[in-house]
DNA sequence: TTGTAGGCGTTATCAG
DNA sequence: CTGATAACGCCTACAA
């Protein structure tokens, strides 16, 4: 009924617990009968072995820590789906914490994850890189590795500090260059939250996107949002306060630019007719709105495996460098050519 | 640099490393004073006890283990959500892990948590719930509790396994009370995965609401699918296909229903003019669709908070039973009378 | 009130 | 190749 251990095993193969360890990892110095006899009986008596127990003397824990803003965001739960799937690969657990956005939560959370020793950490979307730096922990005995901790979607420098990113001012850029040639001039940007570093990345891109393609800059068509789909109606509101109001908007994120497209059906403003909207992510739902969202690809899945690959490569003591991964236009419906005003 | 630990501390205050433990765990047996002083010691040091350690000698964790089909699912995103919360409130981690929707991968996936020696198992949307009586594992010492398993949307009779469930017949029922209300005669619907339970159920309410509102059964009007965005231009296709076809349908679950509104709107179908649409979940974005999406809301954070309750509970030897949460419908745009034909 | 000793299940370092 | 033995960091009788 309990739990059979390591020594249950010795006991009924007469042998030594020792022994069986090593016949139980494969260990090169036992003789290959004595293995196959105690892996038989350790499988017939249904024995797993105790993680907590292994992590105790070894300083692993086959464990890496997630804290994300939101699960239900899908670029969050797109991210932590890669991600899980990268780490049971490798036999690997996630430890999972959600911040709601706070910074104060997501220290916090991180660590309680590195109480857990974790054997590495992953942020998405952190809204407190700055500070990781002093929190570095959990270190190794032997090696001296600390546990690395993966930003995605953010960055901060220091040492074993690295991150997955996407490049959000080239998505940016080339979503608005797309609009310029479908023909707008007067193209706007529902910014994200406020204190997100992907936020500013993709703010900057628009503004490179706005002269690059030989516009003005119209600060009044820079409005703020928190990649929420609460702030679709709102963002439309203001936009058509504008006077010479813009032809296309292009969002921080789906969620924005799917809240958008509610708030123009409701408001009789046609997609892309009167307004063409551009979202980023290309998450799962983008391609079932009504029109079906223009919008930035980000791999997201991918970025959630770089990122247990990365703290895997640092855990072995392999080179590991910053990753940059780039993003792709998704050509849909939300955004065509504007329409000639009728006098 | 290297971690503090107690015996650090005891060495620092010239006490036993018990002494630290005691105080540090608001022991009754130790002096006010000495327990100050070693709490702010410890404090100052910035210890943090190893929960691993901890770990291996209470036979507890502070962690629960969270099999989910697919964090993608909003539904699934929303449940994990309020688990992590409640968990995190009573000092618990998630460790989490993701079947694909495969009963032998969730199988796996709960071993590996189990592994880690989670104090308790909650399964969100179980594939294999008959599976989980064999794998009770992970007996306390003293107490002889087995960890608790909670499944969310699913139900197993055994020993330790509790449930927390919707409604799902009710819910059903009432959508299709209420289509009827509206003079809706030919009533389809668009079933979930085949292996969940919560498939069986709503179709079973779904019935139940066709023979209560006088209705014929009409087996032709039940179409297979999964519960995806992707059933909907199938689901679609299948529906005009019938002969007599129907005027409105009723999803499995709000993904499937924005997937055939979307489908729908590119056909040229109007909703709910020519076609009525009802989901269930109440997802976020079921009220960004256009139209509004009417749907059966499940409490899904609620969910996630029973289920980790649930798991204290036992954990705390006090009572504990199955829950059912009662499911409402949410009235928005996506179904209305249906429309005199043309002749 | 405090210290001592034993142990939780494994791995790792030694001798044999 | 195998078997004692000592950790790993913490908790908890039991003894003082």
Same mark, same amino acid.
């Given at each position: 009924?309990?739990? &059979?251990?390591? =020594?249950?095993?010795?006991?009924?193969?007469?042998?030594?617990?020792?022994?069986?360890?090593?016949?139980?990892q494969d260990h090169p110095r036992i003789s290959p009968?004595?293995?196959?006899?105690?892996?038989?009986?350790?499988?017939?008596?249904?024995?797993?072995?105790?993680?907590?127990?292994?992590?105790?003397?070894?300083g692993r824990t086959r464990t890496f820590g997630v =804290?994300?803003?939101?699960?239900?965001?899908?670029?969050?739960?797109?991210?932590?789906?890669? !991600?899980? !799937?990268?780490?049971?690969?490798?036999?690997?657990?996630?430890?999972?914490?959600?911040?709601?956005?706070?910074? =104060?939560?997501?220290?916090?959370?991180?660590?309680?994850?590195l109480d857990h020793q974790v054997d590495g950490l992953? $942020?998405?979307?952190?809204?407190?890189?700055?500070?990781?730096?002093?929190?570095?922990?959990?270190?190794?005995?032997?090696?001296?590795?600390?546990?690395?901790?993966?930003?995605?979607?953010?960055?901060?420098?220091? *040492?074993?500090?690295?991150?997955?990113?996407?490049?959000?001012?080239?998505?940016?850029?080339?979503?608005?260059?797309?609009?310029?040639?479908?023909?707008?001039?007067?193209?706007?940007?529902?910014?994200?939250? !406020?204190? #997100?570093?992907?936020?500013?990345?993709?703010?900057? #891109?628009?503004?490179?996107?706005?002269?690059?393609?030989?516009?003005?800059?119209?600060?009044?068509?820079? +409005?703020?949002?928190?990649?929420?789909?609460?702030?679709?109606?709102?963002?439309?509101?203001?936009?058509? #306060?504008?006077?010479?109001?813009?032809?296309?908007?292009?969002?921080?994120?789906?969620? *924005?630019?799917?809240?958008? +497209?509610?708030?123009?059906?409701?408001?009789?403003?046609?997609?892309?007719?009167?307004?063409?909207?551009?979202?980023?992510?290309?998450?799962? +739902?983008?391609?079932?709105? $009504?029109?079906?969202?223009?919008? &930035?690809?980000?791999?997201?899945?991918?970025?959630?495996?770089?990122?247990?690959?990365?703290?895997?490569?640092?855990?072995?003591?392999?080179?590991?460098?910053?990753? =940059?991964?780039?993003?792709?236009?998704? &050509?849909?419906?939300?955004?065509?050519?504007?329409?000639?005003?009728?006098?």
């Open positions: 009924m309990s739990p &059979v251990s390591i =020594v249950d095993i010795a006991r009924l193969a007469h042998v030594s617990p020792s022994t069986v360890s090593r016949a139980l009968e004595r293995r196959a006899e105690i892996q038989m009986l350790a499988e017939r008596l249904g024995y797993r072995p105790s993680q907590v127990a292994r992590g105790l003397v070894t =804290v994300a803003t939101d699960v239900t965001d899908p670029f969050v739960a797109e991210v932590l789906k890669g !991600a899980e !799937a990268a780490a049971r690969e490798s036999g690997y657990g996630l430890l999972f914490a959600m911040s709601n956005r706070s910074p =104060v939560l997501e220290i916090e959370a991180a660590e309680v994850l992953i $942020v998405i979307s952190s809204r407190a890189p700055e500070q990781y730096g002093v929190l570095a922990r959990g270190v190794d005995r032997e090696t001296g590795v600390l546990a690395p901790l993966v930003l995605v979607n953010n960055e901060h420098a220091g *040492a074993n500090i690295f991150s997955v990113r996407n490049d959000n001012e080239g998505g940016a850029r080339e979503a608005v260059t797309y609009l310029r040639h479908l023909g707008h001039r007067r193209i706007a940007f529902i910014a994200g939250p !406020a204190g #997100g570093r992907s936020s500013g990345e993709r703010l900057a #891109g628009y503004r490179q996107g706005i002269l690059a393609n030989g516009l003005g800059p119209a600060p009044e068509l820079v +409005l703020s949002g928190a990649g929420l789909l609460e702030d679709g109606p709102c963002a439309l509101d203001a936009l058509l #306060g504008v006077a010479d109001p813009p032809t296309a908007v292009m969002c921080y994120n789906d969620l *924005a630019a799917i809240g958008l +497209l509610a708030a123009a059906a409701r408001a009789g403003v046609r997609v892309p007719g009167a307004l063409s909207v551009i979202g980023y992510d290309n998450i799962p +739902l983008s391609a079932y709105t $009504v029109p079906a969202l223009t919008t &930035v690809e980000q791999p997201k899945a991918a970025m959630g495996r770089e990122a247990v690959t990365l703290c895997l490569r640092v855990l072995c003591g392999e080179s590991a460098a910053n990753i =940059v991964l780039q993003g792709q236009l998704i &050509v849909r419906e939300s955004a065509g050519p504007p329409q000639l005003k009728r006098s």
